[in-house]
T-cell receptor, first 116, second 114 residues
Framework: AQSVTQLDSQVPVFEEAPVELRCNYSSSVSVYLFWYVQYPNQGLQLLLKYLSGSTLVESINGFEAEFNKSQTSFHLRKPSVHISDTAEYFCAVTRVGGGSNYKLTFGKGTLLTVNP | GAVVSQHPSRVICKSGTSVKIECRSLDFQATTMFWYRQFPKKSLMLMATSNEGSKATYEQGVEKDKFLINHASLTLSTLTVTSAHPEDSSFYIC??????????FGPGTRLTVT
């Protein structure tokens, strides 16, 4: 079984400041890792994913995450946030190769609030 | 591409009645669909996994007779909350896959039981 820990339930920052949302996972098998973003009263949108290859993955809107196998982490970063980045962010994993139809295991989420 | 819709987006029903929520993959065939429940300020809780043409697999603690899931075609899955009660009020989200790792999520349905 897998588990995901998001260490911060809330992260308030000022606009244009850098931010890091932390995610650690536990798994006895190899996993794929994901970050999803959820705006109020909406479903989840995939922000970025790590499957294999380069451990640094980037999204089109300036977020990046780095897979660190030794620390079992997949922290999300952005060098300069905007008000529009205010949302709930979920880290998730699924085991490589499927099994259980690629069920996702989610962290509890981190509410990023960007203040002017 | 890979758009998933849910209908309705919001529904209010009286206690004791049943309500059906639809989840559709609009531009792809979904071999597997998932149903989640999200409580306020909480993460997503997987309720069940459904594969087209077969019975849904429910997670531990989820009442099969209360949350009826039907995956009748490769583009449609439905969740019926039977004999709804106020404690069933929640945000229900579905997702769909094409048999691989990536899940595409619907916009969610807000259910309020009065």
């Amino acid at each position: 079984a897998q588990s995901v820990t998001q260490l911060d339930s809330q992260v308030p920052v000022f606009e244009e400041a850098p931010v890091e949302l932390r995610c650690n996972y536990s798994s006895s098998v190899s996993v794929y890792l994901f970050w999803y973003v959820q705006y109020p009263n909406q479903g989840l949108q995939l922000l970025l994913k790590y499957l294999s290859g380069s451990t640094l993955v980037e999204s089109i809107n300036g977020f990046e995450a780095e897979f660190n196998k030794s620390q079992t982490s997949f922290h999300l970063r952005k060098p300069s946030v905007h008000i529009s980045d205010t949302a709930e962010y979920f880290c998730a994993v699924t085991r490589v190769g499927g099994g259980s139809n690629y069920k996702l295991t989610f962290g509890k989420g981190t509410l990023l609030t960007v203040n002017p | 591409g890979a758009v998933v819709s849910q209908h309705p987006s919001r529904v209010i029903c009286k206690s004791g009645t049943s309500v059906k929520i639809e989840c559709r993959s609009l531009d792809f065939q979904a071999t597997t669909m998932f149903w989640y429940r999200q409580f306020p300020k909480k993460s997503l809780m997987l309720m069940a996994t459904s594969n087209e043409g077969s019975k849904a697999t429910y997670e531990q603690g989820v009442e099969k007779d209360k949350f009826l899931i039907n995956h009748a075609s490769l583009t449609l899955s439905t969740l019926t909350v039977t004999s709804a009660h106020p404690e069933d009020s929640s945000f229900y989200i579905c997702s769909a896959t094409q048999g691989a790792y990536e899940q595409y999520f619907g916009p969610g349905t807000r259910l309020t039981v009065t």
